[in-house]
């Protein structure tokens, strides 16, 4: 499943045949993925032009110059190919740029989505509306999480997954972030230590850098020789290594899996606390 840094490269490659180009062609190959394709997307995206990509949470943003934005979300198995060989069955909707690129959308589970949103709205858009702020952004600081944890006896790894608090933030990177921070996924949040806090808001950022940039080194334009973009090889520290040696040095501990609120979590008892 594509988590945060996946979704950071797939913005940036198709940034790069994207932006600044009109779409010349839209093919919509079903009616929907998740839900169904806005019923005015090719007539919205056909002669647009291309004014700027983001990304919000895992969502990837698409601008345009009439002030609509297409918004997309990779669900489990979803992903861009940038002129692709051909198009396959799966390939349920093909972009041409006016400079003869072919973005062709790739979801064999169909657990994405596709939606146009005004753009001047979008902060206001219902799957954004109560949002946390970006991870990578400014709002992410040791005072926010402090306030969030604030009074709160949840574990913090049941906070750091909630988008409200910080938007976009899935499993693996939770994982991670803990491991690195030396903290419990079972700690209360309200427990945490302001240097605690810091610590954690840190390890985020960098844990979540460190795969775009991985991402960035291992492809070329964030792209796979077949055009494909977003996957990529992670080396993770905790994530799906029960078992293993903890990598913190001098640890000595081995990395344990739990099932917490229905999810695996991978962590080491010794050094986390
Ligand atoms: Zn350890």
């Known amino acids: 499943m594509p988590e945060l840094p996946e979704v950071e490269t797939t913005v940036r490659g198709l940034a790069t045949v994207l932006e600044g180009q009109a779409i010349a062609r839209v093919r919509v190959n079903r009616p929907d993925l998740r839900r169904p394709f806005p019923a005015d997307l090719a007539q919205a995206l056909t002669g647009a032009r291309v004014t700027g990509m983001g990304r919000r949470a895992k969502y990837g943003l698409v601008h345009t110059d009439r002030d609509r934005t297409m918004v997309f979300h990779l669900g489990m198995s979803g992903r861009w190919r940038i002129d692709p060989a051909d198009i396959g069955k799966h390939d349920h909707l093909v972009l041409e740029t006016g400079n003869g690129h072919v973005l062709a959308l790739n979801d064999a589970r169909r657990f994405g989505s596709v939606d146009l949103v005004d753009t001047p709205l979008l902060e206001a858009w219902p799957a954004f509306a109560a949002l946390g702020p970006e991870p990578l952004g400014a709002g992410l600081t ?9 009074d709160r006896i949840a574990a913090v790894k049941l906070l750091l997954l909630d988008q409200r608090i910080v938007a976009g933030l899935g499993n693996i990177y939770v994982c991670e972030a803990l491991n690195r921070s030396g903290l419990s996924p079972y700690r209360a ?53 029960e078992g293993e040696a903890c990598p913190t040095p001098g640890c000595g501990g081995a990395i344990e899996r739990q099932v917490q609120s229905g ?8 050094c986390q606390t």
Do not use: W
């Open 263 to 270: 999810r695996s979590t991978f962590f080491c008892a010794t």
């Open 189 to 241: 949040a309200r427990s945490l230590k302001p240097k605690e806090a810091m610590r954690l808001a840190n390890e985020i950022r960098a844990v979540l850098e460190e795969a775009i940039a991985a991402g960035g080194s291992t492809l070329r334009d964030f792209r796979h020789e077949d055009g494909s973009l977003g996957y990529f090889q992670h080396t993770f520290r905790v994530y799906d290594r």
């Open 142 to 150: 040791a005072a926010h999480l402090a306030a969030a944890f604030r």
